[in-house]
């Protein structure tokens, strides 16, 4: 059974930057809309970015934008977060999500209700 799996969290220092990946493992997905999540301790899980795979439009929660970049490479069929000016408030459980839909609005990349597979997730934790 195809699942996704994240790669590229850890430790850095605020100010520094980490990038996450994310790609299915064990078969094969629908990738129609990719996004990154993250839930912090005692926090309900939040959108951090979403992209269309075929088209690459991308969106972005109001807190990331200009710091976080999604994108993705088809030929490795990854999904990558770029995250720049990492604050400690960023310090979060992230978590890779996909669905076969193709023409989400904002509001639906954005929300959970979309994504029917999930990633395990991986640390990021930004020390102050």
């Known amino acids: 059974q195809a699942q996704l799996v994240e790669s590229g969290g850890g430790l850095v220092q605020a100010g520094g930057s980490l990038t996450l990946g994310c790609a299915p493992s064990?078969?094969?997905?629908?990738?129609?809309?990719m996004a990154w999540f993250r839930q912090a301790p005692g926090k309900e899980r939040e959108s951090v970015a979403a992209?269309?795979?075929?088209?690459?439009?991308?969106y972005y929660a109001d807190f990331v934008k200009g710091r976080f970049t999604i994108s993705r490479d088809h030929v490795k069929r990854t999904m990558y977060l770029q995250m720049t000016s990492l604050k400690p408030e960023d310090t979060a459980i992230y978590y890779c999500?996909?669905?076969?839909?193709?023409?989400?609005?904002?509001?639906?990349?954005?929300?959970?209700?979309?994504?029917?597979?999930w990633g395990q997730g991986t640390q990021v934790t930004v020390s102050s």
């Open positions: 992209l269309t795979w075929v088209e690459g439009f991308t």
């Open positions: 999500a996909s669905s076969p839909a193709r023409t989400p609005t904002a509001d639906q990349a954005l929300g959970t209700r979309l994504y029917l597979d």
């Open positions: 064990g078969g094969t997905l629908s990738l129609g809309t």
